[in-house]
């Protein structure tokens, strides 16, 4: 008999609870980008919940911390770089100051929303399709802006280059539609 794992989700209330209890275990400016479901709920609108806190670089140092908040708050949020991340290349210099709620020391950036979509459409789960969507409710992404970092920003995607094509194409045809669609896979496979 199989058994059901049930993981423990947080909301965007208990994320910035939590974020705000590691902030005052600081005692000097840290960047912490984020990404995957955090981002998604504090900065794209997303309605769910989330497993934990994502970031793209590493905050080892934060660890004592993280420890500290956790056990103050008793929230147990795994709070860590994510070791697999497929970005556009040059997302980092579009990265966006997150100002949901004002930290002392944590200095959060959160990816610009067309890179964020592109790090989701890597994977495309049913949530990440879900986070993609509730993103381009709240912050309408441009069509060709996607293209152009499919095509341009991109090419270092290692897994299975025809499902991220497909995972791109079913995107592009869930958020414009049939006719957006057929004009970028005509693009995409010249």
Known sequence: MA?????TTFSKDEILTFLSAVDVELNKKTKVILIGGAAAILAFGSSRSSI???TFN???HLEK??????????????????SVVFAPENFEKRLVAYIGLKFKYLDIWIPESHDFVMMKIA????????????T??????????LLNLFQKEMSHYVGNKKMFEANYLHTI?????????????SKIKK
């Open 3 to 7: 058994t059901t794992v049930v993981e």
């Open 52 to 54: 934990d806190i994502d």
């Open 58 to 60: 590493k905050i080892d």
């Open 65 to 82: 911390a993280i420890q500290k908040a956790a056990k103050k708050t008793g929230l147990k949020i795994e709070f860590s770089h994510s």
């Open 123 to 134: 994977r495309l789960l049913t949530r990440d399709l879900e986070d993609i969507i509730d």
């Open 136 to 145: 381009h409710k709240k912050y309408p992404l441009d069509a060709n802006k």
């Open 173 to 185: 045809e869930t958020l414009f539609g049939t006719k957006t669609y057929k004009s970028h896979m």
